[in-house]
Structures are given as structure tokens and as C-alpha cells.
């Protein structure tokens, strides 16, 4: 019989930038709109696409053996699952998301003291609940099927939203008046699972390659020329993951020198890099990092 992984792929908001992850990680996946069961190019993985929702309790129950969902639904299905590895990213890029409580700007509601005795729409109705209570705040907490701004003020008074830039809330006439948690997506696994030790391997495998996906996505890779008279400013200038490669070349009074630097400060360090000395500067990107 042959091994399988059955792992849950989230369907929805989360669907397109994971399976990009995935295929920056090496594997290729599929998915047919007429099928629930996309295809990957790895015979001892099964996929499901499945709502994001939905997948830590098929993952504490066994249906799934591994899968993809945020930690905003983890708590929320209070689902006793193993946690592999925390995946920043989400719909729009690589950050988190937040749930906020908010309410329209002209509320009387100010401070979530305000919120006593009021309604409160959300999706997250359990995580809602135990933040009010932290905060000793008693109010009514009913769930929204969705389009849950709008509701806002004729149906209820605030709602508890999850949000990457607020600018839904804002074009709404909303105002965050409180973060609730923020949420990241995990890459989580049944627990009877990781006991064997075929799936454990297989599993934490694909969190390595997901991983290193992630991190080359932050980074690129500099290649650069440097007299070595200009090699110790040149070095110094580099905020490198590790101390950068320097190798010789057929010119004595030369090295070339590579090393991985995030991409957000490149714009900025490449101009340094060139009044530092270095010379036949090459930018490139990056699949996988493995740290």
C-alpha cells in the first residue's frame, strides 16, 4: 500500500498565495474548479482544498494528516493539533493579519469598556468572546456570515474583523478601536501523525521547503567584483545572513564576493556598495533559503 500524506490546502482568500508558496518550495499543484482534490506533482501527497476554517479540526480528528490555516481559526476551533511551523504570508503578501474590534467613526464607542451590553458580528465568535472576557466587558457576540461592515451601525453596534491593511474598514467609515490578535498562518499536523516516523519525516520536510520558500521570497542574492584593498568597506557595508562567500580570481588584486541580503534594503545598498569599490554588481532572486 503506498504512503500517503493527506493534506489540507485552504480554500478562498489563502488559496492562490499558498499554492505559490508551495511551488516556490517545489511542488507544483493544480487545482481543477470542478474538484476539491487538486493535483500535485508528488505521488505521496494527497491534497484537499478545503476552507481555512474547516482544516484544524480535520487535522485533530485524523481526516487530514497535515495542513494549512491560520492561528485566528486554531484558537477559535480550540483544535489540539501540533504546530510545525508558524508561515507568514497571507492573501496579499508577507504579513500578518489582524482581528480588530471596530466601529463607524461618528460611534459613541470609544474604548472597549464601551462595548458593554452592546452587539458585537464577527466570524470568530469563540476568540471574540474570550478577549471580552479578559477585558471583564459583557456583550453580545453573534455570528456574521460575511459582509460583516456593513452591519455596522443598523444591526449591531461593532464588529470583530480580520483585516491585513484596514483599508476595507476605512472605506467602510470604520475606526479600529482595538487589536484582538494577531494571526499568522501555521502549518500544522495530527498528532497520532507525527508519531510515525515515515509521515513525521515527510511532514516536516515540506515545512523545511515552505520555510525556505518564505525566507528567499524577503531575500536576494548579490554577486559583486571587489579590489581587495576595497574588501573590508565593502563588508562592512553588507547586513549578510552569514558571513558572505569571497573567492579568489584569476586577477590577485580581486575577489568576487556573494551573499544573501534581504530585498528591501538592496535599492539602498547597492549604491554604497558601488562608491565602497565593488564593481559588475548582479542582483538575482532566490527559491529556497535553508538556514
Known amino acids: 500500500m503506498k504512503k500517503t500524506i493527506?493534506?489540507?490546502?485552504?480554500?478562498?482568500?489563502?488559496?492562490?498565495?499558498?499554492?505559490?508558496?508551495?511551488?516556490?518550495?517545489?511542488?507544483?499543484i493544480r487545482v481543477n474548479e470542478r474538484s476539491y482534490r487538486p493535483a500535485i506533482d508528488d505521488e505521496n501527497i494527497e491534497c484537499i482544498l478545503i476552507r481555512a476554517q474547516e482544516i484544524p479540526k480535520y487535522v485533530e480528528q485524523g481526516v487530514l494528516d497535515a495542513g494549512l490555516s491560520g492561528e485566528d481559526w486554531i484558537q477559535e476551533t480550540s483544535a489540539d493539533v501540533k504546530e510545525i511551523s508558524e508561515l507568514v504570508y497571507s492573501k496579499t503578501g508577507l504579513g500578518k493579519v489582524k482581528l480588530?474590534?471596530?466601529?463607524?467613526?461618528?460611534?459613541?464607542?470609544?474604548?472597549i469598556k464601551d462595548l458593554q451590553g452592546k452587539r458585537i458580528a464577527t466570524e470568530l465568535v469563540n476568540v471574540t468572546k474570550a478577549y471580552l472576557k479578559r477585558k471583564k466587558v459583557e456583550a453580545e457576540v453573534e455570528f456574521s456570515w460575511g459582509a460583516t461592515e456593513v452591519k455596522v451601525p443598523e444591526l449591531v453596534d461593532a464588529i470583530a474583523e480580520l483585516t491585513e491593511t484596514g483599508s476595507s474598514l476605512r472605506a467602510n467609515n470604520l475606526k479600529i478601536i482595538d487589536v484582538v490578535l494577531e494571526s499568522?498562518?501555521?502549518?500544522?499536523?495530527?498528532?497520532?501523525?507525527?508519531?510515525?516516523?515515515?509521515k513525521k519525516k515527510r511532514i516536516d520536510d515540506i515545512a523545511l521547503l515552505l520555510k525556505g520558500a518564505l525566507l528567499a521570497g524577503e531575500n536576494v542574492g548579490l554577486k559583486m567584483n571587489v579590489e581587495r584593498k576595497n574588501l573590508k568597506a565593502v563588508i562592512a557595508l553588507l547586513p549578510a545572513l552569514k558571513k558572505p562567500t569571497v573567492s579568489n580570481l584569476y586577477n590577485d588584486?580581486?575577489?568576487?564576493?556573494?551573499?544573501?541580503?534581504?530585498?528591501?534594503?538592496?535599492?539602498?545598498?547597492?549604491?554604497?556598495?558601488?562608491?565602497?569599490?565593488?564593481?559588475?554588481i548582479i542582483e538575482y532572486p532566490l527559491n529556497k533559503v535553508i538556514l
Open 184 to 198: 499568522s498562518t501555521k502549518f500544522i499536523a495530527n498528532k497520532a501523525a507525527m508519531k510515525g516516523v515515515w
Open 253 to 280: 588584486d580581486s575577489v568576487a564576493l556573494e551573499v544573501i541580503i534581504e530585498e528591501k534594503v538592496v535599492r539602498d545598498i547597492i549604491p554604497k556598495l558601488k562608491e565602497a569599490g565593488a564593481e559588475g
Open 6 to 28: 493527506k493534506l489540507g490546502i485552504p480554500k478562498g482568500s489563502l488559496q492562490n498565495a499558498t499554492i505559490e508558496l508551495f511551488k516556490k518550495g517545489g511542488f507544483n
Open 100 to 111: 480588530v474590534i471596530a466601529v463607524p467613526e461618528n460611534s459613541d464607542i470609544k474604548t
